[in-house]
C-alpha cells in the first residue's frame, strides 16, 4: 500500500513538473497534459523528447491512459507523447466537449493543428449519425470530419457509402464524393456526388443521379430528395420510368408517399404499352393508380405505323380501366363500355355516355322492323349491296358528291332477303354460359375535355370533349362533333370512331348524322339521316351506309364541271361506295321519293338541309398546329 501510494506521488510530481516545463514554453492551455497512466517511460535521443504512456489496472479492473489538450479528451491503451502530439493505440476514443466522438485502433494527434488522424476501424458519431472507415481525419478546429479511401454513414434507415466525404458536424452536411451509394428499405440511390444533410435527411443532387425503388427509375442530375419522406424537387429535366413507359418535364415534384408526381414545363408522359403519348405545360401522374392528366396546351399523340393521331383540348387525362368496370362486346359490334371519366376532382367515374348510347341503339334496333332487303350487314361490307327490285326505277340513280357525271348509272342486282335487324350494327350479348379465361390485360382510356381537336393524316376533328378506350379502341366524341376526311364533313349529337392498330377502322355518327362537301363556294352536296356508319380500308373510306331517315341534295355536273341538274331525294337507306378514297357512286334504298330539277330552276331556298353547317375552317391543317410551339 505505501509502495502504491509512493508510486502515485511520484507519478504526480513528473506530471507537474512536465506541465511546469511546457508551460514556459506555451500557453498552458494548449499544452497535451496526461491525466491519467500506468507505468510511464522517458525516452530522449538527442533533441527528440518522448514519454511512453500505458493504461493501468486499478482494482483489477483496466483503466486506459487520458490525455487533455483544452477541452480535447483523448483515450488510449497506450501512447507515445510527444512535445505536441500523440501517437496513441488501442481502444482510442477522443471527445472535443462536444456531442461528437471518434474512435479507432490507432490515432495521430497533432496539438497545433488540431487534427486528429484515424486508422483501423474508425468511427465518428454524434448521436445521430455514425461515419466509419478504414481511416479517417477529423479537423476539431473546423469541426469537419472526412474520409479518402471509402467509407459509409448509417443516419437511421439510410446507409450511404462513398469513396471519399466531408462531415460538418456543427451545420450537420455531408459531402459525399466518388462512387456514392444511398441505400434505404424503400430505394438505392446512386451518384458520384451528392449533398445530404443528416439533421433534415436532404439530399441535395448536383451530378447525374439513379434512384431505383424497385418499380420505377428516376434519373436526375440536380434538385432535392427527403430521404425520409420521400418528397423531392428534381430540375434540369429529370425522367422517371418503368416498365410500362416513362415521363419527364422540365421540373418534377415528387411525393413517393402519396404516389404523385407533378411535372412543371414540357411534359412528356409515354405509355409503350399501349402506344400513347401526353404532352402539356403542366401535369400530374399518379404513379400508384398510374392516372396522369395535362393541361396547359396538352396534347395526346397515339402511333402506331405510319399514320399517327394527335389529340388536343384543354386538358387531358388518362388512367387505367378497372377490369369490375369493363364490359366486353364481341367484336365488329358497337361496343358499349362502363368506362371511367374524369369528374371535377380528377377522380374516375362511370361514364354514362357510352352506356346510355348503347340503350338508344337497341331501342332503335327494336323499331326497325320493316321490309328493306339487303344481303350485306354493316359490319361486313364486303361486296356491293344487292338491291331488291321493288324500288329498281328509283335506285338506278348513280350520283356522285363530287366530279361524277350523271350519264353513269348504277347496277341493279337482284337480291334473296334477309332479315331487317342487320340493317343496324348490333351489340351482340354477352357471353354467360361460361366463364370466360381471366384477362391479365391491363386497359387505359383517354379523356379530353372541352375544345377538343384531332388531326390524322387520314382524318380529322373537332368536338368539346372526347372520350378513348384501349378496351375497344373507339373514339367516341361529345357535343357538336364534326370530323373531317378528306374534303369531306361529317357530324351528328355524338361521333363513335373505331380504330385497329391505332388506324381508322369504322365511323358512326350518331343521331341528326350528315355528311357534305363543298363543291364550290356556297354549294354543297349533302346526305342525312338517323345514324350514318362508315369503314375504312388502308386508312381510306371505301363504304358508308345512312339509316334512318335517309335525304340527299347532290349538284350533277357535265364534263366540264358545269352544273346541271340538282337531285334531291328521301329514303330509308342510302349506300355510298367508294374507290381509292372517292365517292364512286351512292345508292337509294326502299321508299325513295324525290326527283332531279334543272340547276336554273331549283329553289335557293331549298340549297341546304335541315341542320346544315359548314364550319371547314375549324378543321385541324396540321399536327402541329395541335402541338404548337
Known amino acids: 500500500m505505501l509502495q502504491r501510494f509512493q508510486y502515485r506521488f511520484i507519478l504526480i510530481l513528473l506530471m507537474g513538473l512536465t506541465g511546469s516545463f511546457y508551460a514556459n514554453a506555451q500557453d498552458s492551455s494548449e499544452v497535451i497534459k496526461i491525466i491519467r497512466s500506468g507505468r510511464l517511460n522517458f525516452i530522449k535521443k538527442d533533441s527528440l523528447e518522448l514519454t511512453r504512456v500505458y493504461s493501468d489496472t486499478i482494482n483489477g479492473a483496466h483503466v486506459q491512459a487520458l490525455f487533455q489538450h483544452g477541452t480535447t479528451l483523448l483515450y488510449a491503451d497506450s501512447a507515445i507523447k510527444r512535445t505536441d502530439a500523440v501517437d496513441a493505440y488501442g481502444n482510442v476514443h477522443i471527445n472535443n466537449n462536444d456531442s461528437v466522438h471518434t474512435y479507432s485502433d490507432f490515432l495521430h494527434y497533432n496539438g497545433p493543428t488540431r487534427v486528429a488522424t484515424l486508422r483501423g476501424n474508425a468511427r465518428l458519431t454524434d448521436k445521430q449519425v455514425v461515419i466509419s472507415g478504414p481511416e479517417m481525419v477529423y479537423d476539431m478546429n473546423a469541426k469537419i470530419g472526412s474520409y479518402s479511401n471509402g467509407g459509409k454513414l448509417v443516419n437511421e434507415k439510410s446507409t450511404l457509402t462513398s469513396h471519399e466525404a466531408f462531415y460538418y458536424t456543427e451545420t450537420k452536411d455531408v459531402y459525399f464524393k466518388k462512387n456514392v451509394v444511398l441505400i434505404n428499405p424503400d430505394y438505392t440511390l446512386s451518384t458520384d456526388t451528392l449533398l445530404y444533410n443528416t439533421d433534415t435527411k436532404i439530399a441535395t443532387i448536383v451530378a447525374p443521379t439513379t434512384i431505383n425503388d424497385g418499380k420505377r427509375i428516376t434519373y436526375v442530375s440536380s434538385g432535392i430528395y427527403n430521404t425520409e419522406t420521400g418528397m423531392g424537387n428534381f430540375t434540369s429535366r429529370p425522367i422517371i420510368t418503368d416498365s410500362t413507359g416513362d415521363f419527364t418535364a422540365d421540373n418534377i415534384d415528387i411525393d413517393k408517399l402519396s404516389?404523385?408526381?407533378?411535372?412543371?414545363?414540357?411534359?412528356?408522359?409515354?405509355?409503350?404499352?399501349?402506344?400513347?403519348?401526353?404532352?402539356?405545360?403542366?401535369?400530374?401522374?399518379?404513379?400508384?393508380?398510374?392516372?396522369?392528366?395535362?393541361?396547359?396546351?396538352?396534347?395526346?399523340?397515339?402511333?402506331?405505323?405510319?399514320?399517327?393521331?394527335?389529340?388536343?383540348?384543354?386538358?387531358?387525362?388518362?388512367?387505367?380501366?378497372?377490369?369490375?368496370?369493363?364490359?366486353?362486346?364481341?367484336?365488329?359490334?358497337?361496343?358499349?363500355?362502363?368506362?371511367?371519366?374524369?369528374?371535377?376532382?380528377?377522380?374516375?367515374?362511370?361514364?354514362?355516355?357510352?352506356?346510355?348510347?348503347?340503350?338508344?341503339?337497341?331501342?332503335?334496333?327494336?323499331?326497325?322492323?320493316?321490309?328493306?332487303?339487303?344481303?350485306?350487314?354493316?359490319?361486313?361490307?364486303?361486296?356491293?349491296?344487292?338491291?331488291?327490285?321493288?324500288?329498281?326505277?328509283?335506285?338506278?340513280?348513280?350520283?356522285?358528291?363530287?366530279?361524277?357525271?350523271?350519264?353513269?348509272?348504277?347496277?341493279?342486282?337482284?337480291?334473296?332477303?334477309?332479315?331487317?335487324?342487320?340493317?343496324?350494327?348490333?351489340?351482340?350479348?354477352?357471353?354467360?354460359?361460361?366463364?370466360?379465361?381471366?384477362?391479365?390485360?391491363?386497359?387505359?382510356?383517354?379523356?379530353?375535355?372541352?375544345?377538343?381537336?384531332?388531326?390524322?393524316?387520314?382524318?380529322?376533328?373537332?368536338?368539346?370533349?372526347?372520350?378513348?378506350?384501349?378496351?375497344?379502341?373507339?373514339?367516341?366524341?361529345?357535343?357538336?362533333?364534326?370530323?373531317?376526311?378528306?374534303?369531306?364533313?361529317?357530324?351528328?349529337?355524338?361521333?363513335?370512331?373505331?380504330?385497329?392498330?391505332?388506324?381508322?377502322?369504322?365511323?358512326?355518327?350518331?343521331?341528326?348524322?350528315?355528311?357534305?362537301?363543298?363543291?364550290?363556294?356556297?354549294?354543297?352536296?349533302?346526305?342525312?339521316?338517323?345514324?350514318?356508319?362508315?369503314?375504312?380500308?388502308?386508312?381510306?373510306?371505301?363504304?358508308?351506309?345512312?339509316?334512318?331517315?335517309?335525304?340527299s341534295l347532290v349538284y350533277q355536273q357535265d364534263a366540264d364541271s358545269a352544273f346541271t341538274n340538282v337531285q334531291r331525294s328521301t329514303c330509308a337507306i342510302i349506300d355510298m361506295h367508294f374507290v381509292d378514297g372517292q365517292l364512286e357512286y351512292i345508292v337509294n334504298i326502299k321508299d325513295h321519293e324525290g326527283g332531279i330539277y334543272p340547276f336554273t330552276q331549283f329553289p335557293a331556298d331549298q340549297r341546304l338541309l335541315t341542320n346544315f353547317k359548314w364550319e371547314f375552317d375549324r378543321k385541324p391543317k396540321s399536327r402541329y398546329e395541335l402541338i404548337g410551339n
Open 259 to 551: 404516389g404523385v408526381a407533378t411535372a412543371t414545363g414540357n411534359m412528356i408522359w409515354r405509355d409503350t404499352v399501349h402506344k400513347i403519348i401526353l404532352l402539356g405545360n403542366y401535369g400530374q401522374i399518379n404513379q400508384t393508380n398510374k392516372f396522369v392528366f395535362a393541361t396547359q396546351r396538352p396534347v395526346s399523340i397515339t402511333y402506331s405505323g405510319k399514320d399517327t393521331l394527335f389529340m388536343t383540348g384543354d386538358t387531358l387525362a388518362s388512367g387505367i380501366i378497372k377490369k369490375d368496370t369493363a364490359k366486353v362486346y364481341a367484336k365488329d359490334s358497337i361496343i358499349a363500355i362502363q368506362a371511367p371519366a374524369i369528374s371535377d376532382s380528377l377522380e374516375t367515374a362511370p361514364d354514362s355516355a357510352a352506356s346510355e348510347f348503347r340503350k338508344r341503339a337497341d331501342l332503335a334496333i327494336a323499331g326497325r322492323r320493316d321490309s328493306a332487303t339487303i344481303t350485306v350487314q354493316p359490319s361486313r361490307p364486303d361486296s356491293i349491296p344487292k338491291i331488291a327490285d321493288a324500288n329498281r326505277d328509283s335506285l338506278r340513280a348513280r350520283i356522285a358528291l363530287s366530279g361524277l357525271k350523271p350519264d353513269s348509272i348504277a347496277p341493279t342486282v337482284p337480291v334473296t332477303g334477309l332479315q331487317p335487324d342487320s340493317l343496324a350494327a348490333r351489340p351482340l350479348a354477352m357471353v354467360t354460359d361460361s366463364v370466360p379465361p381471366k384477362d391479365t390485360t391491363e386497359h387505359r382510356y383517354i379523356n379530353a375535355y372541352h375544345n377538343v381537336r384531332i388531326y390524322s393524316d387520314s382524318l380529322q376533328a373537332v368536338c368539346d370533349s372526347a372520350y378513348y378506350s384501349s378496351v375497344d379502341s373507339v373514339f367516341r366524341m361529345y357535343q357538336k362533333p364534326v370530323l373531317w376526311v378528306k374534303e369531306m364533313q361529317m357530324f351528328g349529337d355524338t361521333v363513335f370512331l373505331f380504330t385497329k392498330n391505332k388506324k381508322g377502322d369504322k365511323i358512326l355518327l350518331d343521331q341528326n348524322a350528315m355528311l357534305a362537301t363543298e363543291v364550290i363556294k356556297g354549294y354543297y352536296n349533302q346526305i342525312k339521316g338517323n345514324t350514318i356508319t362508315g369503314y375504312f380500308k388502308d386508312d381510306k373510306l371505301y363504304y358508308m351506309r345512312v339509316y334512318g331517315n335517309a335525304e
